[in-house]
């Protein structure tokens, strides 16, 4: 039985390895000087729209990191939720890298508001104050809920007021687009977001993710960072081939569709039983509950998943895009049992 540890416990989808297949021949062009990553790039821009400055690079820490260094120096701050992947799993690369740093605020839903990002901003101008560059969001959040439009809108409000940048870490983006049944550009670009890390792995992908500008001078000087941020893959094309895989016959939406589908499933079925409360509305592809704890153990003996919090109880349950229906129904039917024995 596949587990609901993690989107990224998930092996890579069949057409992705089909895509790295046909890109394993011949010699080419390295450091993204081939035909994979001119198409990969012409898809981001069927996307997006034709002025935006795209890079690849291995990883979301990566994405993150250099997204960020790009737009700030070392006496900024950037403005995130305390439970951002950027604030709490990414060690402490964003605050090396940057030099910049991170001011968490609270989010019980794993959002933040405007009003929230405003009150954050202080001191503009006063050198002994780290001086507030960015408001960076993750969509999906890390408790898989999705920002709407206008609550995207409203935060780059306050960012533009302020000569600032908005940043979205978007490892689930697939996921919030599918969510929001929107484009992507409807809630990104068109929101008002400046940089934005676009997610491949947890979307079927072996490895790669994307770093996508929406503002041409911000990314002058990305050739160079993203190469001493040690992201440059000299065989590009195999991330290449894998991005325009996931983003021709609609891989990324179908692949996203059904994880946060199974999603919906398993929270319903989960509604169902005594003693079992969702804390999260379930928006994207992750279920947020809080268990009996007797029953934690032994159901994590038989399929394992992560407690997000030890002292409620709470788990996180993540669904991908390999999830099967009967994995669910087998696994609410072991809980039931945990639950009434
Ligand atoms: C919200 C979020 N951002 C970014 C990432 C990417 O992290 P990694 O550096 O492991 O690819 C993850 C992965 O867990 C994530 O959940």
Redesign the pocket.
């Known amino acids: 039985m596949k587990s609901f540890a993690?989107d990224?416990y998930s092996g890579v989808h069949p057409e992705i390895m089909e895509a790295l297949q046909r890109a394993n021949h011949q010699h080419m062009g390295s450091y993204g000087n081939d035909a994979f990553t001119t198409r990969a790039v012409n898809k981001f821009k069927e996307h997006f729209g034709e002025d935006i400055d795209v890079y690849f690079v291995y990883?979301?820490?990566?994405a993150?990191t250099l997204g960020l260094s790009a737009l700030t120096q070392s006496f900024n701050s950037v403005i995130c939720s305390e439970l951002a992947?950027i604030n709490v799993?990414?060690s402490t690369a964003p605050e090396k890298f940057t030099g910049c740093k991170l001011i968490g605020i609270p989010a019980s839903n794993g959002k933040i508001n405007a009003q929230q990002a405003a009150e954050k901003i202080q001191r503009l101008g006063d050198p002994h104050h780290p001086q507030a560059r960015i408001i960076s969001i993750?969509q999906l959040t890390?408790y898989a809920t999705v920002y709407s439009v206008d609550e995207i809108k409203s935060l780059s409000e306050v960012a533009r007021q302020h000569g600032m940048f908005l940043h979205m870490?978007g490892?689930?983006i697939s996921n919030a687009a599918v969510s929001l049944n929107k484009s992507f550009r409807e809630f990104t670009r068109d929101a008002g977001v400046d940089v934005l890390s676009f997610?491949g792995?947890?979307n079927g992908m072996m490895f790669g993710?994307a770093v996508i500008f929406f503002k041409k001078e911000t990314a002058k000087q990305f050739h160079y960072i993203r190469k001493q941020g040690m992201q440059l893959h000299s065989k590009m094309r195999f991330i290449s081939a894998q991005f325009e895989a996931l983003l021709s016959n609609d891989l990324w939406k179908r692949n996203a569709a059904h994880a946060n589908a199974m999603a919906k499933k398993l929270a319903e079925g989960l509604q169902a039983i005594p003693r079992v409360t969702i804390t999260q509305p379930v928006d994207g592809n992750g279920v947020f509950a809080i268990l009996p704890k007797e029953i934690i153990e032994p159901l994590q003996q038989e399929v394992f998943f992560y407690v997000w919090n030890e002292r409620t109880n709470e788990v996180r349950l993540m669904c991908s895009f390999d999830t099967e229906e009967e994995e669910i129904q087998r696994f609410l039917k072991k809980i039931k049992a945990l639950v009434s024995a």
């Open positions: 993690s990224n990883n979301g820490t990566g993150n992947h799993d990414e993750s890390e870490d490892a689930r997610g792995t947890k993710e």
